[in-house]
């Protein structure tokens, strides 16, 4: 486990039975908001993605 801003975040388990246990017992949540993508198009564009 290491530290990612403020929570704690496994780096890596040891295999994909270990992962499915652990999300079993507890609970898991995907982030995904980093893998987003917006196209701006038309004028006005740059005042919008600011």
């Known amino acids: 486990m290491v530290d990612f801003h403020g929570f704690e ?3 890596w388990y ?3 039975q270990e992962e499915h246990l ?3 017992a507890a609970a898991g949540l ?3 908001s980093h ?3 917006f196209r ?3 004028e006005g564009r740059a005042l ?3």
């Open 14 to 16: 040891s295999s994909i």
């Open 30 to 32: 995907f982030d995904v």
């Open 9 to 11: 975040l496994p780096i």
């Open 35 to 37: 893998m987003g993508f």
């Open 40 to 42: 701006f198009s038309g």
């Open 22 to 24: 652990s999300t079993r």
């Open 48 to 50: 919008m993605a600011e």
